[in-house]
Every structure is written in structure tokens, then in C-alpha cells.
């Protein structure tokens, strides 16, 4: 073949040349392989190719990832099975990691790809991209059961249901129920349940009371707070309507009276020595008790109070209120499409800054105690509903939105209708109806980000 | 819902090239994964990370702990955080929602700084602009012997200081930064209130000194 070009070599020179020919194309040959591949690398490296996280228990859908079409091909996809995660690659060659994530962490998923010019035996190319799995945030709450050891002990969770039986006239009366939650906040590090509820209906009268106590976050005994503030002012409120017939026939006058403020004063000075010093009382059982307890304060025992005594008569209802501090406290109708608040909740400029029963100052004077009461005389209703700000934060927002009466008919149904998405059914409010008390406790689970407090909510139907 | 936002405000300076960088990437994502198995910062806790070299720039807006997706973080140029302070305090202007009547906002901001030089720019106007926004904690990190803790003293009291800035040290000072997120977050859902000063966040570890 030399010879054909007029080169004339000897034969070991042919065989030495062939030999160098052959060793210098090899090598140019294996340098433009190496430089395809590492220009194809280089791209497919410099992609900004991001895949959002994911949740465990989430279905899941990635973005598409794209790889250059033509130049790569053959995909295949490493390290997502095993997160019960598949790959999805399209006739066009677009990527989709789809499934639902069975594990939670930081993990990197590698994308193998061949080149053009990939010859088989020849290793593949790969691009990693970072993913992250969340928890499931709901798996990241503990519940650590409160050691029965710890002072002033109560359960994490209680509920009672009041049946008040039909009356002499065949028609049903209304009844009570309440149920009280710890909160997440709490049950994640073992602390006691700061809430607390009491009802009581007075047979040989036809009074019902209700209290609802929340107590404060910051103080170390504010359950007993709670408690103790339940307790006395539904036990004094009691007592005092044992024998309340001129209490009663003030209110009836009233309905009578040509001079409705002069009999709306008269019920004022009795709402004012029955709820209002049910109130003071419970204020000083507290001291009472903080004294009992070495090196505490009345403030340790910081609490709210909302406290209403309700009764029927044949022109309505009436209902008398005491409430310090935030929640909420009000009278629903849903026909009249009404909703009366039963005082205004303390709560300051800035969230958290709640007065407390605990506070001398809300006992100074008549000015003072005045303005926390409340009466009302109201047409047949709905629900007399009292809660913590565990239920009305999450549930309402902000305070002027309990003004709202779309809100309280978007609560109202949402009492109803569980949260359906979580597994949590609705409360069915029928007359003479026990369980009513564990729904309305198991609807008191209902999950809100950021919302974790413990939650109380007393209602009378 | 209530969010508590977080802002890094990270030096990428030249001089924080090698293993600094690397050290504020690494700290970056284990700050953030360790927040997101914490159920309270999961929820509440927002990050954003403003880098200050030659510029300042946002490279992630204030995302919640679950979508947060780490960034590309490279160190050159000088140092302007004066320029920095300004878009924090504008950062802070669009994305934190303010209180009203119907709706409760946002909790104060948290914020970390963290420099390892000088400021190259006049941060007179940054400081003011910075100033008349509303803060829950500020807390200032000189990291290593270059750093100028009373240019720091003018933006916060509260300053820390790292004796070197290599990566042990990097690391146990972002640890301490995702103890104290966690902190916070958990101390506004239970307590209803912001953060306001360094004894409510957790005792910095040995490595991280308070500076007085």
C-alpha cells in the first residue's frame, strides 16, 4: 500500500509505522470520546434542575426534569424506590418522580443517563440531585401522658354531657356539654392540662350554670387556678339560687316595667351580688389556696374566668355573664341570625397580654366588677357557647372577628362537620344525647398549624 | 397562621473562600434539617438567606422550613453590609405581614448576621433603614479575629464572637442558631409572645462567646 503513494520502506518499517498510525488514532480517537462525553456531562451538570420536598404521607408529584433529548438517553433513576417513590419517563424523555414518600430525611437521588456515543461496556453518566422528605408534622408530636405524681394533678383530657330530662309539658329541655383538650404544646413535653370546665344544672330551680377557665401558659400552678375558679363560682352561684324567688320576680317585673331602667338597675344590683361576687370569691379561694402552697403567689395560679348562670322563663331566656380574660363567651341564634357576646375579651394590643382572675385590680371596685357582667334577656337560641382561646384563635383569628356573625355560622357548622380530611367526625347536637360529650372532645383534636394550645369548650343546646 | 421569620444575613466575602464557605453551606443545611424535625419550627419558622459580598442579594426569599430548598453559595468581591441592612429592612417590609384588626401578623423577625470582616460600604443608611423596622432578636457573629465586634455593637446588643472561623467552629455556632429558631418558635406558640432579648435563646455552646 506505501508503495502506491511511492513511499519505499522496508517491511519492519511498514510494520512499525502501521503500528504508530494505528496507536496515534486510538488515542485521537479516545480523546474526542472523552470530549464528547465530557461536554455532554458538563451540560447536563450545569442544568438548574431543582425538585421541591416532599411530606411523608403525601402523595407526590416532582416537577419534570429535563435532560438534553438526544444527546442523553436511557435513563435510569437510583435511589427513590426504596422512599416509595417511582420514576415516570414519558415517550418525549421527561422525568417524574411520583408516589408517596414512606420515609423522611435528606436524600440524594442519581440520575444515570447514556451519551450520544456511548458504546455498551462503557460506563453511563450521572447527575445527583439533593431531595428532601419532610415528616409528617403530625408524627412530630408527642404525647406524653402527665405523671399522676405532679401537684395538683389532673387528667389530660375530661368531658361531661348534663341531660336535662324532658319537661312536665312533654317538650324538651335544653342541655350542656363540655369537653376539655390538653394541647399539643403540652402533651409534647408531658405538662398538666391548664383548662377547666364546670356545669351544673340546678333540678329544683331550672338554673343552669357554666364556667370555663383557662389557665395562664406562664404560671406554674394555673391549673389548680382553673380549677379552683370553676369550682367556688358555680358552687356560690348555686348556693345563692337556692333561694332566688325575688332575683326571679325582679327579672319577670322586668319584662312588665314602664321604667325599664329602673328595673334593669334592680337586676343589675342582683347580677352584681350573685355572678359578680361568684367571681370575687373564686378570686379569693385562690388566694386561699396559693397560700397553702409554699413560696407561691396568687399569680401562679393566674386564670380566666367565664362564668354564666341561665335560665327559662316564659318570655325567654335570661342569661348572666362574668368573663375576664380572652376566649370567647356568647349567645348563638342561628334562625335570627344574631350573636351576642357576652363581654369583650381581654386581650391587649399585643396577643397573650390577657387579664387574669387572679388580678387584684379587677376587683378595685364597682366600676371595675361592672363592666366585666353582663344580662340579657333573648328569645329562644341557638347555643350559649363558652371556650378558651385554644378553640377561638384557631377558630375565629383575632378578637374582632367573634363581632362576626359569618364566623359563628361557619363555626357552628364546622362543629358539625368534623374535619373529614383529618378523620375527625362532627358533633351531632341532639336532645338527651350522652355521647355528644366524646365527639365534641374527639372534635377538639382538630389539627391548625401553629395552633396548639388547650382547648375548652362548655355549650349549652 | 402566625410565622416566625427567620433571616440569615451571611458574609460572602473573598475572604470567607474555602472552608468558611464551606462551612456556611454545610451550617445552612443542617440548620435545616435539624429545624425541620422539630414539629414547632416545622411549622412556624420561615427562612430567608441574604448573602452580602460585592452586592447584596437576596438568594431565598422567606420560605416555610418545608419547601426550603438550599442555595448556591460562592464567596469573592468585598463586604457591603451596610447594603445589606437596607434589603433586610425592605425584605422585611414585603414579606412580613403586619398585625390588624381581622388578622394577627406575623411574630417579630429573628435575625442572624454573620460576617467575618469589615463592612466595605458606609452602613449608615442600611442601619437606619434597619432601625426603624421592628425585630423580635438581633443577634450579630463575628466569626474569627477579623471581624469588627463594635461596628456589630451598633446593630444589636447582642453579639457573638467565634475565636477562628474554620468549619468546627462555623458548625457549632449554625447549631446554636437552629436551637435558638427552635427556641423561638416554641416559645411564640406558648408563651403568645415575641422574642426580645439573649437570655431567652439557649446558652450558646463553648465555642461561641457573648460578647460584653
Known sequence: MLAKYAISASEAETEDFIQWMLLNSWTNYQDHCMDQRTIIENEVNSLPLKISNAIKDKPYTSEPIQLPPIKTYGYQIEGIEELGLIPVIGADGIIYLQGTPTKAGDFTITIKYKYDGWIPGRPVLERKLPFAVNPNPRDLWKNIPTSQDVVYYKPDQDCEYVTVPTGADGSPRKDMVAASNRGRSHAQEGKPRDDHFQLLYCPENEWYIMAVADGAGSAKYSRKGSEVACRKA??????????????????????????????????????????????????KAINEVSKGMEGAKPKDFATTLMLAICKKFDFGWFIASYWVGDGAMAVYSKDANTIKLLGIPDEGEYSGQTRFLTMPEIFQDHVAISSRLRFHIV????????????????????????NDIERWHRFWKTLQDGFPEDGIPGVVFADDREQTKYELLSWLDFWIPGEHDDRTIAILY | MRRLPVYLLLDTSGSMYGEPIEAVKNGVQVLVSTLRSDPYALETAHLSIITFDSTAQQLTPLTEIASFQQPQIQASGCTVLGEALNLLAQKVDQEVTKTTAEKKGDWKPLVFIMTDGVP??????????????????????????????????????????????????????????????????????????????LSELPPPPPEVNIVV
Not at chain 2, 126 to 140: D, P, Q, Y
Open chain 2, 120 to 197: 466595605t460600604d458606609d452602613i449608615r443608611h442600611g442601619l437606619e433603614e434597619f432601625r426603624k423596622r421592628k425585630f423580635g432578636m438581633v443577634v450579630a457573629c463575628a466569626a474569627g479575629q477579623g471581624a469588627d465586634t463594635n461596628v456589630l455593637k451598633q446593630i444589636t446588643e447582642c453579639v457573638v464572637s467565634l475565636d477562628t472561623a474554620d468549619s468546627a467552629t462555623i458548625k457549632s455556632f449554625f447549631k446554636w442558631v437552629s436551637a435558638s429558631v427552635s427556641a423561638g418558635s416554641m416559645k411564640v406558640e406558648e408563651a403568645g409572645r415575641d422574642m426580645g432579648s
Open chain 1, 234 to 283: 358555680v358552687e356560690f352561684c348555686q348556693s345563692k339560687l337556692k333561694d332566688a324567688q325575688a332575683f326571679e320576680a325582679k327579672i319577670r317585673a322586668y319584662q312588665e316595667a314602664e321604667d325599664k331602667e329602673a328595673a334593669q338597675k334592680a337586676i343589675s344590683n342582683d347580677v352584681y351580688t350573685l355572678v359578680g361576687n361568684a367571681a370575687f370569691l373564686a378570686h
Open chain 1, 379 to 402: 328569645d329562644d337560641f341557638t347555643a350559649l357557647m363558652l371556650m378558651t382561646d385554644g378553640v377561638s384563635d384557631p377558630m375565629f383569628g383575632t378578637d374582632v372577628n367573634l
